[in-house]
Every structure is written in C-alpha cells, then in structure tokens.
C-alpha cells in the first residue's frame, strides 16, 4: 500500500498565501472566503477552514502573491494575483484540498493600485 506522499507526482511547498475563493454554481448564493493556503503545488492546495464546501464544487481561485523578494522582477509591482478555478477534491474536518484546473491568468498590481497591462 503507497502512503500519500508517494503517490504525488508534483513537488509540495508548506505555503502560506493568501486565497480568495468562490464557488461557480449557481444553485445558492455563498460568499468569497478568506483562506490561507497550506501544502500547495503546481496541481493544488490545501486550505484550512471550518467551513469546507461539498467535495466535486467548482471553485474560482484568486491567490494573491507578495512580490517583495522579487523586487528585480516586479519593480513597478508590490503583488500579483494567480486567477485559477479547480474542483473541491476532498474535504475534512479541518479543511479542503482543491484540484488545480489547467489554465491560469496572473495580475501584476502596481503600487497605486493599478493594474499593469502586458
């Protein structure tokens, strides 16, 4: 029997970013919520909160990066947002892990708030 961490195929990283999350159906009105992500790679994450939505929700993922260690890369910017939707895969007591789709679209923000256009 494979343990968990033998079955993953993409690197994990003990992250902490900050997610706004919301689920696409349409069925019933539920607001963004505020989460913070744990243990995410390139194909997903785990988010701890008290409230995990019903595994198989479609979700719209905006992650917000802090870009001031990449000064060099980002000298107009103080952050990017990672706009991504997913599935909830599995949900626990103490969180949800969501599958990552496969397309993605970053947001360079500039200081003033303004979005800068590439």
Known sequence: M??????????????????????????EERETLDLMTSDICAGGAFFHTDTPLPE??????????????????????DHAYIKVTGT??????????????KGYEIRPHSKGGKRIRH
Request: hydrophobic fraction near 40%.
């Open 2 to 27: 494979m343990r968990a961490e033998e079955k993953r195929k993409l690197e994990r990283f003990d992250l902490k970013i900050p997610a706004k999350i919301a689920p696409v159906t349409g069925e």
């Open 56 to 77: 198989g929700t479609q979700v719209k993922i905006d992650l917000v990066l802090p870009l001031e260690k990449l000064r060099k890369l980002a000298a107009d910017c």
């Open 88 to 101: 909830v895969l599995r949900k626990e007591n103490k969180g949800m892990a969501i599958c990552f789709d």
